[in-house]
């Protein structure tokens, strides 16, 4: 596929895998947790978002609806009901003040990777590349596959941040343009996960075993949620399945932060946990603790 939905390209990224990285992110994600921070990525469409915060009242938006979607109200301010919007998107046009925008572009293959390839030689100084990130770019398998291909022929060393919910056919295509898999295992009990996430890990544990099993190189990514994974429990079965495994380099550990909940979304109620607060550094080294017995200090961070 020579196009795809995408929210974000971020250049000069250093968190997103090894060295100095261009980071590109999907729209479209299969599943829903409850603390996501990336709610502009969940649906694989163009969508409107609302910064209330810019907005000066000018009523110019409502003017221009064809449908009446946009509507004031007198308790709520301005609403959105996306279920009559028809996409003309004339009132982002329409605003003098940028409180409407839209998240998500259509980008051409060629007009990506010509964004990608300006960096190559901050990628060749620092052992850096590109990571595709989303919401989850298998979301979208054609370009992915597409994108991934096209970076490994211009030399391009290729990352790819999943969460693992993907059929093996799909994940398996991909291997031989992956040079590394940064992989996302947010709880270990299959209930409780599809209970926070919206899917059981049934799938992703199977797949991640079986990347190990063939010798790709793998970096473990764990949210950790005060309160709904970092129980224990849970953090010793993380450390016994890892132990297991021979080809991850490094597990991360993820806190959870509050930045998801400063998003002004229109639609869908995408707010994420408000009253959850970030876990302290000292429940960050307890799990620490908790991983080591397994996995060794050396590969956590």
Known sequence: MSAGI???????????GPGIRTTVFFKGCPLRCLWCHNPEAISPEIELAFYSNKCINCNSCISVCPSGALQNDSLK?????????????????????GALTLQGKIFQLE?????????????????????????????????????LKACKEEGINTALDTSGFVPWRRLEELLPFVDIFLY???????????????????TILENLVRLDRLGKSIEIRVP??????????NIRALSYFLGGLNSVKRVKLLPYHKLGLSKPWMFNNRRGIPDLEPPKRDEIERIKGILVENIGEERIY
Request: hydrophobic share 30%; proline share 5%.
């Open 184 to 202: 996302d295992i947010k709880h270990m009990d299959s209930d409780e996960h599809k209970r926070l996430t919206g899917v059981p890990n049934e």
């Open 77 to 97: 301010g301005k609403r959105y009901n996306r279920e009559i919007c028809q996409s003309c998107w004339r009132c982002v046009d329409a605003c003098p003040s």
């Open 111 to 147: 007009e990506i990777l010509s964004q990608i390839v300006k960096d190559i030689p901050f990628y060749n100084r620092s052992g850096g590349g590109v990571t595709l990130s989303g919401g989850e770019p298998t979301f979208q398998f054609d370009f992915c596959l597409a994108l």
């Open 224 to 233: 950790i949620i005060p309160g709904y994974n970092d129980s224990y429990e």
């Open 6 to 16: 995408i929210f974000d390209v971020q250049r000069f990224s250093l968190h997103d």
